[in-house]
């Protein structure tokens, strides 16, 4: 299984930036993230057939996470970034539901998300 992340960057707070992750399988899918000096923490999830979206609450109604499985990619739109956004994001994926509780056992490479102005 590989995953191929990409679209991080530098934006200012309040801007909007979209991750793209690019999967080798239709499994489930999730965003990760982890900031300077802090553990990783579930951001998004989303089932293999675009159903059973999750989102951390520090993220709701801000971030929206959606995939396209003709071209097996899945996004996460990030809007009204803040600087506590910032943070080294990840996707990842599983056969099994992503929770929060079971670490998935295939992970892309992370893309930095640097929020400031």
Do not use: H
């Amino acid at each position: 299984v590989q995953l191929q992340a990409s679209g991080g960057g530098l934006v200012q707070p309040g801007g909007s930036l979209r991750l793209s992750c690019e999967a080798s399988v239709r499994y489930n899918m999730g965003w990760f993230r982890q900031a300077p000096g802090k553990e990783r923490e579930f951001v998004a999830s989303i089932g293999w057939n675009g159903g059973n979206i999750a989102c951390a609450d520090s993220v709701k109604g801000r971030f929206v996470i959606s995939r396209d499985n003709a071209k097996n990619t899945v996004f996460l739109q990030m809007s009204s970034l803040k600087p506590e956004d910032t943070a080294v994001y990840y996707c990842a994926a599983d056969w099994r539901p992503i929770i929060t509780t079971r670490v998935p056992p295939y992970w892309g490479q992370g893309t930095l998300v640097t929020v400031s102005s």
